[in-house]
């Protein structure tokens, strides 16, 4: 059957599962949401999509993606090049791009206009410093899907790839301005998120997608970083042992060296030195595997200076 729009498969699910439309929305929504669902009045945010996927056990997020949204060759292309240049961290091609891709209506809303709000969040706050600025544009991007979105709610809600970007880029913008309380506080809601909707889902019809993971690993150093630099450091030692348990466990060296050195710097403090030999070597070797050899110098002159006792294993 060929349907116009998301409604009309909503409507064929709910009648083919004999459910009310009282019945769908309970717990989940109102009515009035699936009402206007099913007429084509509006569309599903990512939350919903994924409360509708439980109640039907059946992945829509996927089928919703595939089928209901407008994948233009120009916005795919578009996208593409965007997150390519953050993940290079080059800032003059972000900004060109931008430009480039922010006057074209493929790019005036959804999924495509949100890379355009995060690319700006970026240049804000690594080029200008205007960490308030980045700010509003990363709640730009996340009201596109979450048309309630707020800091105190983060958790009401599971959200799509770039949206996890633009909540974790908001914490870090408010750590930058020394308002740890709120970084902490956006921090904890996208780490309830990650592990409730994407790391570890109720549901095996959910899997992590590599971002979602990627960004995980993240999360938790940037815990362990925070909680180390305001002297908590049973806390920090913790999330470092539990990015390296992940890791791991995905084989993914992505981060690894860095939770390492994280766990190393704790060991020293805590003059748990014979630890902190091990973990020491275990940085370097890391480091050379994944070739940062940037990182690898920078650790090896820091041990003569910050951690002479690691020198002698």
Do not use: W
């Amino acid at each position: 059957m060929h349907y116009e729009h998301f409604g009309m498969l909503l409507q064929e699910l709910r009648k083919k599962h004999n459910m009310s439309r009282e019945k769908l929305a309970e717990n989940i929504c109102t009515t009035k949401q699936i009402y206007r669902l099913e007429k084509g009045t509006s569309e599903p945010s990512i939350y919903l999509l994924h409360q509708l996927s439980i109640k039907f056990n059946m992945d829509l997020n996927e089928y919703y993606k595939m089928y209901f949204t407008k994948n233009t060759l120009v916005g795919l292309e578009g996208t593409k090049a965007i997150n390519l240049a953050i993940e290079n961290e080059n800032l003059d091609l972000i900004k060109s791009l931008i430009e480039k891709y922010e006057g074209l209506e493929d790019f005036k809303q959804g999924h495509n206009l949100q890379h355009i709000y995060y690319g700006k969040a970026l240049l804000s706050a690594l080029s200008d410093k205007d960490y308030t600025t980045s700010i509003q544009y990363c709640f730009q991007g996340l009201l596109i899907e979450c048309s309630e979105f707020q800091v105190d709610t983060i958790t009401d809600n599971t959200y799509s790839n770039i949206g996890l970007a633009l909540i974790n880029c908001t914490s870090q913008n408010y750590f930058a301005m020394n308002n740890h309380g709120k970084g902490m506080k956006v921090l904890h809601g996208l780490l309830t998120v990650l592990e409730t909707h994407h790391i570890y889902p109720a549901y095996p019809m959910f899997q992590a997608s590599p971002f979602a993971k990627k960004l995980y690993q993240l999360v938790l150093y940037n815990f362990s970083l925070h909680f180390f630099q305001h002297g908590d450091t049973k806390k920090a030692f913790q999330y470092a042992n539990k990015g390296i348990a992940f890791s791991i466990k995905e084989y993914n060296l992505r981060l690894l060296p860095e939770l390492y050195e994280m766990k190393l710097k704790i060991l020293y403090q805590e003059e748990n030195f014979d630890e902190a030999i091990i973990c020491y070597n275990h940085t370097l070797h890391l480091y050379k595997v994944t070739r940062k050899d940037t990182k690898l110098a920078a650790l090896e002159d820091l041990a003569k200076s910050d951690y002479p006792g690691v020198l002698r294993g």
